[in-house]
């Protein structure tokens, strides 16, 4: 009789005991599951946070060479175009908004913490040397012409001059070096930042 008691017992300890092993792994599988959600919900948000860096890196990128080549784009046709206006209704006076070489500035400028400091220096370097030298240089040309100082011909081929071969030269440079950064934040994940 104590036999079967104690088989009885110990069959029942045996079913309390798997009972609570089987317990005790549901509650530590939910918990690791609420766990592992946790971390995927983690993951998630460190991996939009690290795109949207990224897209605000490459972004930078794309907006610094469309702010060069609209400032390009107005020296190269807009400020012509606006003399060949002036002179067809028979304006004396001309004038041209001397913000746009600043306002560029001011935008790249802003933008300059997320380029690497010899990328900065190209796009000063163009900037300056090339662009503002233009835009400011064919103001001069067309007063120097006004005054009688200047030929047609020297206002007709300032612009062409000014941003022809060496500037093509230092464009195609600074173009190379804002594809490379644009490539190592995309495809190396990294930011040129030095």
């Known amino acids: 009789m104590i036999e079967k008691i104690y088989s009885v017992l110990s069959l029942a300890l045996l079913i309390v005991i798997t009972l609570f092993v089987y317990f005790l ?15 995927c919900q983690v993951r998630e948000i460190l991996l939009a946070a690290k795109k949207e860096k990224y897209d605000t890196l490459i972004k930078t990128v794309y907006e610094v060479w469309e702010q060069l080549k609209e400032l390009e784009f107005t020296i190269r046709y807009k400020m012509p175009e606006r003399v060949e206006q002036a ?26 913490i997320f380029l690497t400091e010899e990328l900065n220096q190209q796009i000063n370097y163009v900037l300056k040397n090339y662009l503002f030298k233009a835009y400011n240089g064919y103001i001069y040309v067309l007063n120097e012409a006004i005054n009688g100082r200047k030929t047609l011909d020297v206002v007709n ?10 500037y093509q030269e230092q464009l195609a440079t600074l173009e190379k070096m804002l594809a490379e950064q644009a490539r190592k934040i995309l495809y190396n994940n990294q930011i040129a930042r030095k």
């Open 25 to 39: 792994k549901r509650k530590i599988d939910f918990r690791l599951r609420r766990q592992e959600d946790r971390i």
């Open 87 to 112: 002179q067809q209704n028979g304006e004396q006076f001309l004038e041209f908004d001397k913000t746009i070489p600043n306002q560029t500035l001011l935008f790249i400028e802003k933008r300059s």
């Open 157 to 166: 081929s300032f612009i062409p001059t000014i941003l022809g071969g060496e």
